[in-house]
Nanobody, 121 residues
Framework: QVQLVESGGGLVQAGGSLRLSCAASGTTFSSNAMGWYRQAPGKQRERVAS???????NYADAVKGRFTISRDNAKSTVYLQMNGLKPEDTADYYC???????????????WGQGTQVTVSS
């Protein structure tokens, strides 16, 4: 069973930076595509960024140019570097493996506990 432990969240002022980490276990991490998602209060969970097993990245328009996703297969960890944070980035952030089927990506397994990011104006 895959276990995901997110960390690195906190309170930061607008314009600041945070680096989130997600350590995965119970999976062949290097062969998994991974994604970062976020859920703000009262809103649906949304994809923020994703990275394939080969390192190809993709970003939601709202974070493009500000966030960078990366992975360290030796540590079974995926990162999300967040720069230029805005109050609207305030949310709980989660990572999860992704799989592709017939051209569509799906999340795999259960969500972890997430890490909270709060951006003050």
């Amino acid at each position: 069973q895959v276990q995901l432990v997110e960390s690195g969240g906190g309170l930061v002022q607008a314009g600041g930076s945070l680096r989130l980490s997600c350590a995965a276990s119970g999976t062949t991490f290097s062969s998994n595509a991974m994604g970062w998602y976020r859920q703000a209060p009262g809103k649906q969970r949304e994809r923020v960024a994703s990275i394939t097993s080969g390192g190809i990245t993709n970003y939601a328009d709202a974070v493009k140019g500000r966030f960078t996703i990366s992975r360290d297969n030796a540590k079974s960890t995926v990162y999300l570097q967040m720069n230029g944070l805005k109050p609207e980035d305030t949310a709980d952030y989660y990572c999860i493996p992704r799989t592709i089927y017939r051209g569509t990506y799906y999340t795999v397994g259960s969500w972890g506990q997430g890490t909270q990011v709060t951006v003050s104006s």
